[in-house]
């Protein structure tokens, strides 16, 4: 049987990286003989801006 590729790129900052683990989670164990994962770790931000400000400043404007 084919074995598949899979590169996940993953950014440990944004929530959806983290919620699309359950999916990937569940091919894994669904698929194990036929996928073959590979993570890549990768940031979209050059830096992590400071979390409180930014809570501060979306309630301010409402969003």
């Known amino acids: 049987m084919a074995v598949i590729s899979v590169t996940t790129y993953t950014d440990p ?3 959806r990286s983290w919620a699309a683990q359950p999916a990937m989670v569940r091919v894994l164990s669904e698929f194990d003989a036929q996928v073959r994962d590979t993570y890549v770790m990768a ?3 050059r830096e992590i801006p400071d979390r409180l400000a930014l ?3 979306r309630s ?3 969003r």
Do not use: S
Request: charged share 10%.
């Open 13 to 15: 900052a944004c929530p």
């Open 43 to 45: 940031g979209l931000a």
């Open 55 to 57: 809570d501060v400043a």
């Open 60 to 62: 301010a404007t409402g």
